[in-house]
């Protein structure tokens, strides 16, 4: 029973030592030890908005080292001191620039390679502010953007977004094509300047003359709340009378469909019988000439009722003679009275 307890003890020691090396080992990942001082140097910033001791130094995004202290300096500038693994070399032209870590505002302290000396950094020294980039105030950046944000549309407006956040993100090429379609928008604004000065001009004086007239516009928009009132409390009417309006256009529409065929007939005799007219307009002539005075006889032989009284003052006979001449026989006449010469 001795010798099972020791097992099982040993067995349990072999457990938690392998436990203990897999929790410190998740510890060192996670909580980003670093063994090793490594060597330690400083960079002079103007702004260091976001930035915090124990955040990554990385090389090409690669971590290097970590954020150690962040100081202000009798300049009013702030001094990081950060440190980096021995095997990094800094030189004269080594830059330094805070960049975004995640899209919830973490930031880490990039170096990069830049022009000028090859001499290496000793431990301590100091970057420049001259060779530093400060961090990116992303408010400031939203709220200078709001005013190109509303003169574009949805889909360009995502698409910036989109090259915005890669931008932050440390996409460096990224923000070049975000600069240039921004600066494209820009130039057609301020190409349009003019067109927008006179849009603007003219709104003046449109506003101008309603400003003077605000005693008018006044009751006009009262007049046209009370017509938009009555015409709501007659709805009932309006909508009868559109019925009876399209009823009423449809009988008229099955009229025209029936007297098409009757008016075409009409204006097809109608055509003919001008033809005819004016292929004898002589005759036409005469006859509208000489009508009024057959009328006018004919007015005064009906003047005494509904009834034309006429007077036999000759009767003559027509006959064909010889040769066909007319030969005319005067049967009976009289030359008295109503038929006296005038």
């Not at 830059?95 to 870590?101: F, V």
């Not at 980039?133 to 003169?151: Q, Y």
């Not at 067109?195 to 007049?223: F, M, P, T, Y």
């Not at 008229?252 to 292929?279: F, N, S, Y």
Request: glycine share 12%; net charge neutral; with cysteine.
């Amino acid at each position: 029973m001795k010798d099972n307890f020791k097992g099982a003890a040993w067995r349990l020691a072999v457990f938690l030592t392998v436990c203990a090396l897999g929790a410190f080992a998740l510890m060192t990942v996670f909580a980003q030890f670093r063994f090793g001082d490594g060597t330690k140097y400083f960079a002079d910033f103007t702004n260091v908005s976001g930035l915090q001791p124990g955040n990554l130094v990385r090389i090409a995004g690669v971590e290097v080292g970590k954020v150690e202290s962040i100081e202000f300096n009798p300049d009013a500038s702030l001094r990081v001191g950060f440190s980096s693994d021995d095997s990094v070399v800094l030189t004269d032209g080594s830059r330094a620039a805070i960049r975004y870590d995640n899209v919830i505002g973490g930031r880490y302290l990039a170096l990069e390679e830049g022009a000028g000396g090859v001499r290496p950094l000793k431990s301590g020294d100091t970057i420049p502010a001259t060779r530093t980039t400060p961090a990116l105030d992303l408010d400031s950046v939203i709220g200078g953007f709001k005013p190109l944000f509303r003169a574009l549309n949805p889909d360009q407006v995502n698409a910036l977004s989109g090259q915005l956040v890669g931008a932050l993100q440390g996409q460096g090429p990224t923000i070049g094509s975000f600069l240039t379609q921004a600066a494209a928008v820009t130039n057609t604004l301020a190409d349009r300047d003019q067109l927008i000065g006179q849009v603007i001009g003219n709104l003046n004086v449109v506003l101008g003359s309603l400003g003077g007239q605000s005693d008018r516009l006044d009751k006009a928009v009262v007049s046209l709340s009370e017509l938009v009132h009555g015409l709501a409390d007659r709805k009932t009417d309006i909508t009868n009378a559109i019925a009876y309006t399209d009823a009423a256009a449809g009988s008229i529409a099955d009229l025209l469909a029936q007297v098409r065929q009757p008016v075409q007939k009409v204006v097809h005799e109608t055509d003919r019988a001008a033809g005819i007219a004016v292929a004898d307009h002589d005759y036409l002539d005469g006859l509208l000439n000489t009508l009024p005075d057959k009328y006018r006889t004919l007015g005064r032989q009906g003047m005494y009722g509904d009834y034309f009284s006429f007077y036999f003052c000759d009767v003559v006979l027509k006959l064909n003679g010889k040769g066909g001449q007319p030969v005319f026989v005067k049967v009976a006449g009289q030359d008295t009275g109503r038929c006296a010469p005038k």
